[in-house]
Protein backbone atom coordinates (compact mmCIF):
# COMPACT_ATOMS: atom_id res chain seq x y z
CA UNK A 1 0.00 0.00 0.00
CA UNK A 2 1.40 3.43 -1.15
CA UNK A 3 1.58 5.61 2.25
CA UNK A 4 0.27 9.49 2.08
CA UNK A 5 3.41 12.04 1.58
CA UNK A 6 5.23 12.47 5.28
CA UNK A 7 4.11 15.78 5.25
CA UNK A 8 0.83 14.83 6.36
CA UNK A 9 2.20 13.84 9.90
CA UNK A 10 3.48 17.40 9.86
CA UNK A 11 0.28 19.17 9.39
CA UNK A 12 -1.51 17.42 11.85
CA UNK A 13 0.17 18.36 14.77
CA UNK A 14 -0.63 21.51 15.16
CA UNK A 15 -4.48 20.73 13.69
CA UNK A 16 -6.46 22.44 16.32
CA UNK A 17 -4.80 25.77 15.47
CA UNK A 18 -5.69 25.26 12.01
CA UNK A 19 -9.28 24.46 12.49
CA UNK A 20 -9.79 27.60 14.80
CA UNK A 21 -8.19 29.57 11.77
CA UNK A 22 -10.97 28.81 9.69
CA UNK A 23 -13.62 30.27 11.48
CA UNK A 24 -13.32 33.52 12.65
CA UNK A 25 -13.72 35.49 9.56
CA UNK A 26 -16.44 33.29 7.97
CA UNK A 27 -19.08 35.58 8.76
CA UNK A 28 -18.29 38.81 6.52
CA UNK A 29 -19.90 40.29 3.05
CA UNK A 30 -20.37 37.58 0.39
CA UNK A 31 -17.55 38.43 -1.62
CA UNK A 32 -17.97 36.37 -4.81
CA UNK A 33 -20.30 33.56 -6.17
CA UNK A 34 -18.30 30.22 -6.70
CA UNK A 35 -19.91 26.80 -8.25
CA UNK A 36 -20.17 23.34 -6.53
CA UNK A 37 -19.18 21.33 -9.65
CA UNK A 38 -21.88 21.79 -11.48
CA UNK A 39 -25.24 21.28 -9.08
CA UNK A 40 -25.54 24.14 -7.39
CA UNK A 41 -24.41 27.62 -6.80
CA UNK A 42 -22.78 28.48 -3.73
CA UNK A 43 -21.38 31.90 -1.72
CA UNK A 44 -17.80 32.07 -0.34
CA UNK A 45 -18.13 34.53 2.37
CA UNK A 46 -15.09 36.71 3.34
CA UNK A 47 -11.23 35.58 2.72
CA UNK A 48 -10.56 32.17 1.67
CA UNK A 49 -11.22 30.87 4.96
CA UNK A 50 -15.22 31.49 4.38
CA UNK A 51 -17.49 28.65 4.86
CA UNK A 52 -19.63 27.84 2.52
CA UNK A 53 -23.07 28.50 2.69
CA UNK A 54 -25.81 27.33 0.26
CA UNK A 55 -28.44 29.52 -2.13
CA UNK A 56 -31.43 29.46 -0.61
CA UNK A 57 -32.44 26.70 -2.43
CA UNK A 58 -29.81 24.62 -0.08
CA UNK A 59 -30.09 26.77 2.94
CA UNK A 60 -30.16 24.24 5.73
CA UNK A 61 -32.93 24.07 7.95
CA UNK A 62 -30.96 25.64 10.97
CA UNK A 63 -29.80 28.48 9.27
CA UNK A 64 -32.33 31.39 10.79
CA UNK A 65 -29.85 33.97 11.04
CA UNK A 66 -29.80 36.59 9.00
CA UNK A 67 -26.93 38.61 7.62
CA UNK A 68 -27.14 42.28 8.44
CA UNK A 69 -24.33 43.40 6.16
CA UNK A 70 -22.52 44.20 8.54
CA UNK A 71 -18.89 43.07 9.38
CA UNK A 72 -18.13 42.86 12.98
CA UNK A 73 -14.18 44.14 13.97
CA UNK A 74 -11.64 40.84 14.63
CA UNK A 75 -10.15 40.49 17.79
CA UNK A 76 -6.13 40.57 17.72
CA UNK A 77 -6.74 36.79 18.52
CA UNK A 78 -8.20 35.93 15.86
CA UNK A 79 -5.59 37.73 13.69
CA UNK A 80 -3.39 35.71 15.14
CA UNK A 81 -4.93 32.79 14.79
CA UNK A 82 -6.06 33.39 10.90
CA UNK A 83 -2.36 34.32 10.35
CA UNK A 84 -0.69 31.03 11.78
CA UNK A 85 -3.48 29.05 9.87
CA UNK A 86 -2.90 30.85 6.71
CA UNK A 87 0.96 29.69 6.80
CA UNK A 88 0.09 25.95 7.32
CA UNK A 89 -1.67 26.47 4.61
CA UNK A 90 0.83 27.50 2.04
CA UNK A 91 2.48 23.97 2.59
CA UNK A 92 -0.44 22.22 2.39
CA UNK A 93 -1.57 24.14 -0.94
CA UNK A 94 1.97 23.50 -2.25
CA UNK A 95 1.78 19.84 -1.86
CA UNK A 96 -2.27 19.52 -3.47
CA UNK A 97 -0.87 21.52 -6.54
CA UNK A 98 1.84 19.39 -6.98
CA UNK A 99 -1.29 16.14 -6.95
CA UNK A 100 -3.65 18.57 -9.29
CA UNK A 101 -0.35 19.39 -11.31
CA UNK A 102 0.30 16.10 -11.59
CA UNK A 103 -2.98 14.61 -12.53
CA UNK A 104 -3.60 17.82 -15.25
CA UNK A 105 -0.48 16.61 -17.00
CA UNK A 106 -0.88 13.25 -17.19
CA UNK A 107 -4.22 12.12 -16.64
CA UNK A 108 -6.21 11.14 -14.03
CA UNK A 109 -4.90 7.35 -13.03
CA UNK A 110 -6.52 4.61 -15.71
CA UNK A 111 -8.35 2.46 -12.48
CA UNK A 112 -10.23 5.88 -11.69
CA UNK A 113 -10.95 6.58 -15.66
CA UNK A 114 -11.92 2.88 -15.96
CA UNK A 115 -14.43 2.98 -13.79
CA UNK A 116 -15.70 5.75 -14.18
CA UNK A 117 -16.11 4.47 -17.82
CA UNK A 118 -17.89 1.33 -16.37
CA UNK A 119 -19.82 3.48 -14.30
CA UNK A 120 -21.50 5.51 -17.35
CA UNK A 121 -21.88 2.50 -19.54
CA UNK A 122 -23.83 0.65 -16.94
CA UNK A 123 -26.17 3.85 -16.01
CA UNK A 124 -26.62 4.32 -19.90
CA UNK A 125 -27.22 0.92 -21.11
CA UNK A 126 -29.75 -0.29 -17.77
CA UNK A 127 -31.92 3.04 -18.36
CA UNK A 128 -35.50 2.62 -20.07
CA UNK A 129 -35.34 1.31 -23.58
CA UNK A 130 -38.28 3.12 -25.68
CA UNK A 131 -38.13 1.55 -29.01
CA UNK A 132 -35.33 3.18 -30.91
CA UNK A 133 -35.61 6.56 -29.16
CA UNK A 134 -31.88 7.75 -27.15
CA UNK A 135 -31.12 7.88 -23.96
CA UNK A 136 -31.73 10.98 -22.40
CA UNK A 137 -28.77 11.71 -20.05
CA UNK A 138 -28.02 14.75 -17.59
CA UNK A 139 -24.59 14.76 -16.72
CA UNK A 140 -24.24 17.11 -13.46
CA UNK A 141 -21.09 19.02 -13.51
CA UNK A 142 -19.62 18.43 -16.94
CA UNK A 143 -17.08 21.04 -16.58
CA UNK A 144 -15.94 23.84 -18.41
CA UNK A 145 -13.51 21.93 -20.50
CA UNK A 146 -15.61 19.18 -21.10
CA UNK A 147 -14.27 16.72 -18.68
CA UNK A 148 -15.76 13.44 -19.37
CA UNK A 149 -16.07 14.08 -22.96
CA UNK A 150 -12.13 14.65 -23.98
CA UNK A 151 -11.12 11.94 -20.50
CA UNK A 152 -13.47 9.16 -22.99
CA UNK A 153 -15.97 8.46 -19.88
CA UNK A 154 -18.43 7.43 -22.54
CA UNK A 155 -16.07 5.49 -24.57
CA UNK A 156 -17.47 2.19 -22.82
CA UNK A 157 -21.46 2.56 -23.92
CA UNK A 158 -22.83 -0.01 -26.48
CA UNK A 159 -26.14 -0.49 -27.99
CA UNK A 160 -27.19 2.11 -26.85
CA UNK A 161 -27.87 5.88 -28.50
CA UNK A 162 -26.70 8.43 -25.65
CA UNK A 163 -28.22 11.85 -25.80
CA UNK A 164 -25.98 14.09 -23.73
CA UNK A 165 -27.38 17.33 -21.75
CA UNK A 166 -23.87 18.62 -19.97
CA UNK A 167 -24.86 21.21 -17.18
CA UNK A 168 -22.19 23.49 -15.63
CA UNK A 169 -21.69 26.58 -13.92
CA UNK A 170 -18.65 27.34 -15.64
CA UNK A 171 -19.84 26.68 -19.18
CA UNK A 172 -19.89 30.10 -21.35
CA UNK A 173 -23.12 31.43 -22.17
CA UNK A 174 -25.42 29.31 -24.23
CA UNK A 175 -26.34 30.35 -27.60
CA UNK A 176 -22.96 32.41 -27.73
CA UNK A 177 -19.83 32.00 -30.18
CA UNK A 178 -17.84 30.12 -27.13
CA UNK A 179 -20.26 28.09 -26.20
CA UNK A 180 -20.92 27.10 -29.85
CA UNK A 181 -17.60 26.65 -30.58
CA UNK A 182 -17.36 24.21 -27.63
CA UNK A 183 -20.17 22.36 -28.39
CA UNK A 184 -18.49 21.67 -31.62
CA UNK A 185 -15.15 20.81 -30.40
CA UNK A 186 -17.41 18.30 -27.87
CA UNK A 187 -18.94 16.65 -31.14
CA UNK A 188 -15.74 16.29 -33.03
CA UNK A 189 -14.03 14.65 -29.95
CA UNK A 190 -17.08 11.70 -29.88
CA UNK A 191 -16.87 11.43 -33.27
CA UNK A 192 -19.17 11.25 -36.23
CA UNK A 193 -21.68 8.17 -36.10
CA UNK A 194 -20.95 7.34 -33.03
CA UNK A 195 -23.29 5.85 -30.34
CA UNK A 196 -22.92 9.02 -27.63
CA UNK A 197 -23.88 12.83 -28.95
CA UNK A 198 -23.68 15.94 -27.13
CA UNK A 199 -26.84 17.68 -27.85
CA UNK A 200 -26.94 20.74 -25.37
CA UNK A 201 -24.74 22.72 -23.10
CA UNK A 202 -26.17 24.83 -20.39
CA UNK A 203 -24.64 27.15 -18.24
CA UNK A 204 -25.73 27.08 -14.41
CA UNK A 205 -26.68 24.76 -11.66
CA UNK A 206 -28.92 22.07 -12.28
CA UNK A 207 -31.86 22.99 -10.30
CA UNK A 208 -32.23 26.46 -11.65
CA UNK A 209 -31.96 25.42 -15.29
CA UNK A 210 -34.71 22.59 -15.24
CA UNK A 211 -36.43 24.72 -13.40
CA UNK A 212 -39.35 24.40 -16.41
CA UNK A 213 -38.76 20.54 -16.67
CA UNK A 214 -40.79 17.75 -15.43
CA UNK A 215 -38.96 15.57 -12.46
CA UNK A 216 -38.39 12.05 -14.04
CA UNK A 217 -37.34 13.71 -17.24
CA UNK A 218 -34.13 12.35 -18.02
CA UNK A 219 -33.14 8.42 -18.40
CA UNK A 220 -29.91 8.54 -16.50
CA UNK A 221 -28.10 10.97 -14.30
CA UNK A 222 -24.80 11.28 -13.90
CA UNK A 223 -21.90 12.89 -12.02
CA UNK A 224 -18.24 12.34 -11.30
CA UNK A 225 -16.34 13.96 -8.69
CA UNK A 226 -19.03 16.80 -7.94
CA UNK A 227 -20.96 15.88 -4.65
CA UNK A 228 -17.99 16.33 -2.62
CA UNK A 229 -18.64 19.93 -2.99
CA UNK A 230 -22.24 20.28 -1.79
CA UNK A 231 -22.42 21.84 1.81
CA UNK A 232 -22.94 20.29 4.68
CA UNK A 233 -26.52 19.45 5.71
CA UNK A 234 -27.20 19.91 1.85
CA UNK A 235 -25.98 16.68 0.30
CA UNK A 236 -29.13 14.50 1.29
CA UNK A 237 -31.89 17.08 -0.13
CA UNK A 238 -29.71 17.41 -3.34
CA UNK A 239 -29.67 13.34 -3.63
CA UNK A 240 -33.08 13.94 -3.07
CA UNK A 241 -33.41 16.00 -5.83
CA UNK A 242 -31.18 14.04 -8.28
CA UNK A 243 -33.55 10.79 -8.03
CA UNK A 244 -36.56 13.02 -8.91
CA UNK A 245 -35.03 13.96 -12.07
CA UNK A 246 -34.67 9.95 -12.78
CA UNK A 247 -37.24 8.56 -14.64
CA UNK A 248 -39.43 6.68 -12.34
CA UNK A 249 -39.94 3.05 -14.30
CA UNK A 250 -35.99 2.34 -14.20
CA UNK A 251 -34.18 5.71 -14.43
CA UNK A 252 -30.57 5.29 -13.77
CA UNK A 253 -28.44 7.17 -11.11
CA UNK A 254 -24.56 6.78 -11.54
CA UNK A 255 -22.06 7.88 -9.63
CA UNK A 256 -17.88 8.39 -8.75
CA UNK A 257 -17.04 10.06 -5.75
CA UNK A 258 -14.65 10.31 -3.31
CA UNK A 259 -15.52 9.34 0.10
CA UNK A 260 -14.51 8.87 3.65
CA UNK A 261 -12.09 5.48 4.63
CA UNK A 262 -14.65 3.06 5.77
CA UNK A 263 -14.21 2.67 9.59
CA UNK A 264 -13.99 -1.34 9.22
CA UNK A 265 -10.33 0.01 6.64
CA UNK A 266 -8.84 2.08 9.50
CA UNK A 267 -9.15 -0.40 12.27
CA UNK A 268 -7.61 -3.16 10.00
CA UNK A 269 -3.92 -4.21 10.97
CA UNK A 270 -2.99 -3.59 7.39
CA UNK A 271 -5.76 -0.74 6.74
CA UNK A 272 -5.78 3.58 5.91
CA UNK A 273 -5.24 4.96 9.12
CA UNK A 274 -2.71 7.61 8.15
CA UNK A 275 -5.54 8.09 5.23
CA UNK A 276 -8.71 7.91 7.33
CA UNK A 277 -6.50 10.73 9.83
CA UNK A 278 -5.51 12.66 7.62
CA UNK A 279 -9.49 12.91 5.91
CA UNK A 280 -10.19 14.29 9.22
CA UNK A 281 -7.34 16.55 10.20
CA UNK A 282 -7.33 18.23 6.96
CA UNK A 283 -10.71 18.52 5.95
CA UNK A 284 -11.75 21.88 6.98
CA UNK A 285 -8.68 23.38 5.27
CA UNK A 286 -9.31 21.44 1.96
CA UNK A 287 -12.62 22.78 2.14
CA UNK A 288 -11.28 26.26 2.52
CA UNK A 289 -8.72 25.89 -0.67
CA UNK A 290 -10.33 23.74 -2.50
CA UNK A 291 -13.73 25.07 -3.43
CA UNK A 292 -15.18 23.56 -0.24
CA UNK A 293 -14.66 19.59 -1.41
CA UNK A 294 -14.84 17.78 1.51
CA UNK A 295 -12.43 14.88 2.31
CA UNK A 296 -14.69 12.94 4.84
CA UNK A 297 -17.99 12.70 3.84
CA UNK A 298 -20.53 9.17 3.39
CA UNK A 299 -21.70 9.77 -0.13
CA UNK A 300 -22.54 6.60 -0.60
CA UNK A 301 -24.58 5.82 2.17
CA UNK A 302 -26.76 8.93 1.73
CA UNK A 303 -27.15 7.31 -1.75
CA UNK A 304 -28.11 4.08 -0.73
CA UNK A 305 -30.99 5.75 1.58
CA UNK A 306 -32.21 7.86 -1.44
CA UNK A 307 -32.28 4.96 -3.80
CA UNK A 308 -33.68 2.63 -0.89
CA UNK A 309 -33.27 -1.03 -1.90
CA UNK A 310 -34.89 -1.52 1.49
CA UNK A 311 -38.19 0.07 0.60
CA UNK A 312 -38.30 -1.26 -2.71
CA UNK A 313 -37.74 1.70 -4.37
CA UNK A 314 -34.15 0.94 -6.13
CA UNK A 315 -32.37 -2.02 -6.95
CA UNK A 316 -28.83 -2.11 -7.46
CA UNK A 317 -26.75 -2.61 -10.70
CA UNK A 318 -23.62 -1.72 -9.68
CA UNK A 319 -21.68 -1.27 -5.88
CA UNK A 320 -18.08 -0.55 -5.30
CA UNK A 321 -15.45 0.99 -2.89
CA UNK A 322 -11.96 1.38 -3.97
CA UNK A 323 -8.63 2.91 -3.54
CA UNK A 324 -6.89 5.13 -5.97
CA UNK A 325 -3.59 5.70 -4.20
CA UNK A 326 -2.38 7.93 -6.84
CA UNK A 327 -5.00 10.64 -6.22
CA UNK A 328 -4.35 11.40 -2.33
CA UNK A 329 -6.03 12.39 -0.07
CA UNK A 330 -9.07 11.37 -2.35
CA UNK A 331 -8.06 8.40 -2.90
CA UNK A 332 -11.07 6.22 -1.24
CA UNK A 333 -13.41 6.40 -4.03
CA UNK A 334 -17.06 4.37 -4.49
CA UNK A 335 -19.16 4.33 -7.68
CA UNK A 336 -22.56 2.83 -8.41
CA UNK A 337 -24.87 2.68 -10.48
CA UNK A 338 -28.53 2.93 -8.59
CA UNK A 339 -31.93 2.20 -10.96
CA UNK A 340 -35.10 3.99 -9.61
CA UNK A 341 -38.57 1.78 -9.28
CA UNK A 342 -41.96 3.65 -9.06
CA UNK A 343 -43.79 2.77 -5.63
CA UNK A 344 -46.60 4.38 -4.46
CA UNK A 345 -44.54 6.44 -1.95
CA UNK A 346 -42.55 7.88 -5.45
Same mark, same amino acid.
Given at each position: MRKPPSLLLVLL????LLSLSLYPLSQRVPSYSHRCNGL???EIYGTPSGILRSSALLASDDDDDEYDGVAAAPTRRQYL???AGTALAIPYFRLVGSVVKKLTRDGY? #?????RVRRTF???AEAAPLDQDAPVRVLEIGVGSDLTSIFRGYYGDVRGRTVRIT????GLPPEGGPEADALLRRGRDALGPGTAVELERLVRGDARSVLAEVPDGSFDAVLCALCLCSVLDGALRG??? #???????????????VEHVAVPAEDAAAEDGRKLLAAGQVALDPLQQALAHGCHLHRDTGRLVREAFSVETGGARVIQSE???VDEMWPVSCQERGVRQRISTPFG
Open positions: LPLPYKTVYAP #EDHVAAAAGVDPVIA #EVRQLCRPDRGTFGFQFY
